[in-house]
């Protein structure tokens, strides 16, 4: 019998797939102290669909499953990140899950089936599948946050964020509602080319535009729907903290090129004036509130809100050269949180979670070498050169002001220098106080090695930008 689709483009979601279930299946089989068979599974099951993420690298958008689903260059490059970002994620934090029993099943087969999520997301070519990789994800993730069970915290942090989370998914259903009865479809490109055409009801469809643009916020922790990130950040287990501000980000990013970019384009002077909002808010009030806090994950926690208010303002030019420097500031913002968190913990150990900033006193005594590793994500978060962040940063600014938001960028600017006063406290602490702690830190190899290379990434892309922000133009010139 012939096979109705073509399955070539969903390859690396069918790899997935198998591999969570074939970990899910092995792991009940495998006796405690042999849970590495199942991390190594897990780990190549991420190899293989990251593999087949780029040996179905399309040239041109294929549209396949009804035209549900859709495979382009956009989607085939994020999916590979969000792989690797991944694999290093179980790399970072092994010894971190083993010391507090986290090293199981569960844990592996929850974050795959999240992944699994993403990649439906990134490549979602119809409203409802869309919603439905979201969802994939997003329940995943408030599994994992209350994986330890034990902790009060933590299952608080999950609820909120179930909660919340419920919540924007509505808002995201509604204004799908409003979408489908202004244009009267859910497919993307239909709904492109009604709006184009001017065909759509359009009060119908702004009103449709603001619980969309509302559900997009939620997922990027903009202000003011950013209320879950601290309290999930500081209670969630460090490791999934790890993951929840990661690869989602890039599935995200994808989520609101979908919607605004693949199917309400045609409206980017209504969805303008939101995201200059968002991003406004997201600045002010990250880089403000995170002066305040004092353990380390909630610092973060709003750091991420401050750098997606950054992030938003490269699609305020709504063209390519926009959208290429949001995408080069999403990936390198993930490069930059796989550091930070991968340093946070090796420092933390049994019985111990290293998330005050007091933690981080001394620790150039300890170990010089980390302690630059995280020297290069305080200065790449706070836009200093030559890190990466100083060019992302630059390039989504100068975004703003091709499009005359020169206030916006004055204040983007403002806002740096306050973020700048919390990131190098950090390096205060580290080089010019004495440790509390005079444990040596200790990493298996795999992990120093890659830790490292991680690290340097941050100086390397810096100074040599122009590799990965081309990757990023040419993926989304050959998908819009």
Same mark, same amino acid.
């Given at each position: 019998?012939?096979?109705?689709?073509? /399955?070539?483009?969903?390859?690396?979601?069918?790899?997935?797939?198998?591999?969570?279930?074939?970990?899910?299946?092995?792991?009940?089989?495998?006796?405690?102290?042999?849970?590495?068979?199942?991390?190594?599974l897990?780990? /190549?099951?991420?190899?293989?669909?990251?593999?087949f993420?780029?040996?179905?690298?399309?040239?041109?958008?294929?549209?396949?499953?009804?035209?549900?689903?859709?495979?382009?260059?956009l989607?085939?490059?994020?999916?590979?990140?969000?792989?690797i970002?991944v694999?290093?994620?179980?790399?970072?934090s092994?010894?971190?899950?083993?010391?507090?029993?986290?090293?199981?099943?569960?844990?592996?087969?929850?974050?795959?089936?999240?992944?699994?999520?993403?990649m439906?997301?990134?490549?979602?070519?119809?409203?409802?599948?869309?919603?439905?990789?979201?969802?994939?994800?997003?329940?995943s993730l408030?599994?994992m946050?209350?994986?330890?069970?034990?902790?009060?915290?933590?299952?608080?942090?999950s609820?909120k964020?179930?909660?919340l989370?419920?919540?924007?998914?509505?808002?995201l259903?509604?204004?799908?509602?409003?979408?489908?009865?202004?244009?009267?479809?859910l497919?993307?490109?239909?709904?492109?080319?009604?709006?184009?055409?001017?065909?759509?009801?359009?009060?119908?469809?702004?009103?449709?535009l603001?619980?969309?643009?509302?559900?997009?916020?939620?997922?990027?922790?903009?202000?003011?729907?950013?209320?879950?990130?601290?309290?999930?950040?500081e209670?969630?287990?460090?490791?999934?903290?790890?993951?929840?501000?990661?690869a989602?980000?890039?599935?995200?990013?994808?989520?609101?090129?979908?919607?605004?970019?693949?199917?309400l384009?045609?409206?980017?002077?209504?969805?303008?004036?939101?995201?200059?909002?968002?991003?406004?808010?997201?600045?002010?009030v990250?880089?403000?509130?995170?002066?305040?806090?004092?353990?380390?994950?909630?610092?973060?926690?709003?750091?991420?809100?401050?750098?997606?208010?950054?992030?938003l303002?490269?699609?305020?030019?709504?063209?390519?050269?926009?959208?290429?420097?949001?995408?080069?500031?999403?990936?390198?913002?993930?490069?930059?949180?796989?550091?930070g968190?991968?340093?946070?913990?090796?420092?933390s150990?049994?019985?111990?979670?290293?998330?005050q900033?007091?933690?981080?006193?001394?620790?150039?005594?300890?170990?010089?070498?980390?302690?630059?590793?995280?020297?290069?994500?305080?200065?790449?978060?706070?836009?200093?050169?030559?890190t990466?962040?100083?060019?992302?940063?630059?390039a989504v600014?100068e975004?703003a002001?091709?499009?005359?938001?020169?206030?916006?960028?004055?204040?983007?600017?403002?806002?740096?220098?306050?973020?700048?006063?919390?990131?190098?406290?950090?390096?205060?602490?580290?080089?010019?106080d004495?440790?509390?702690?005079?444990?040596?830190?200790e990493?298996?190899?795999?992990?120093?090695?890659?830790?490292s290379?991680?690290?340097?990434?941050?100086?390397?892309?810096?100074?040599?930008?122009?590799?990965?922000?081309?990757?990023?133009?040419?993926?989304?010139?050959?998908?819009?």
């Amino acid at each position: 019998m012939a096979i109705p689709f073509n /399955l070539t483009p969903a390859l690396p979601e069918m790899t997935l797939l198998v591999s969570a279930c074939v970990v899910l299946i092995v792991d009940l089989f495998v006796p405690e102290s042999r849970r590495q068979i199942s991390y190594w599974l897990t780990q /190549l099951g991420l190899l293989a669909t990251a593999w087949f993420s780029l040996y179905v690298f399309h040239e041109t958008p294929v549209h396949t499953f009804g035209g549900t689903f859709i495979a382009d260059a956009l989607a085939d490059l994020l999916k590979f990140f969000s792989c690797i970002t991944v694999i290093l994620t179980l790399l970072y934090s092994r010894v971190y899950l083993a010391a507090r029993g986290l090293f199981r099943g569960e844990t592996f087969v929850l974050m795959m089936f999240s992944l699994l999520g993403m990649m439906v997301m990134i490549s979602a070519g119809h409203f409802l599948t869309l919603y439905l990789g979201l969802e994939l994800m997003s329940l995943s993730l408030y599994a994992m946050v209350a994986l330890q069970r034990d902790s009060d915290v933590a299952v608080e942090a999950s609820m909120k964020y179930f909660v919340l989370g419920a919540l924007a998914s509505g808002l995201l259903l509604y204004g799908m509602s409003m979408v489908y009865g202004a244009t009267g479809s859910l497919d993307i490109d239909r709904v492109a080319v009604s709006v184009f055409t001017g065909n759509a009801n359009r009060t119908i469809l702004v009103f449709g535009l603001v619980f969309v643009v509302s559900a997009i916020a939620f997922k990027l922790a903009a202000v003011p729907y950013h209320m879950w990130v601290p309290d999930v950040y500081e209670g969630a287990p460090t490791a999934v903290t790890l993951f929840i501000g990661s690869a989602p980000e890039l599935a995200a990013f994808a989520f609101a090129i979908r919607l605004l970019v693949g199917s309400l384009a045609a409206m980017w002077v209504d969805w303008q004036g939101m995201l200059i909002v968002l991003a406004l808010l997201s600045m002010i009030v990250g880089n403000v509130v995170a002066i305040a806090q004092s353990n380390v994950k909630r610092m973060l926690a709003y750091s991420t809100i401050a750098n997606m208010g950054y992030m938003l303002m490269g699609f305020l030019t709504a063209n390519v050269n926009g959208y290429s420097a949001a995408m080069f500031y999403t990936l390198t913002y993930v490069l930059t949180t796989l550091v930070g968190f991968g340093i946070v913990l090796l420092l933390s150990r049994r019985g111990f979670e290293a998330d005050q900033l007091d933690d981080f006193k001394g620790l150039n005594q300890r170990s010089p070498w980390y302690a630059l590793m995280m020297l290069l994500v305080m200065f790449s978060l706070a836009g200093i050169p030559p890190t990466v962040g100083f060019y992302a940063k630059f390039a989504v600014i100068e975004a703003a002001i091709d499009v005359g938001l020169v206030w916006l960028a004055v204040i983007a600017v403002l806002t740096s220098l306050i973020g700048a006063f919390y990131y190098l406290r950090i390096v205060k602490l580290m080089y010019f106080d004495e440790a509390q702690d005079q444990t040596p830190l200790e990493a298996r190899f795999d992990t120093r090695v890659l830790l490292s290379l991680n690290g340097l990434a941050l100086l390397l892309f810096g100074v040599f930008p122009q590799q990965l922000m081309g990757m990023c133009v040419v993926a989304l010139t050959r998908s819009y």
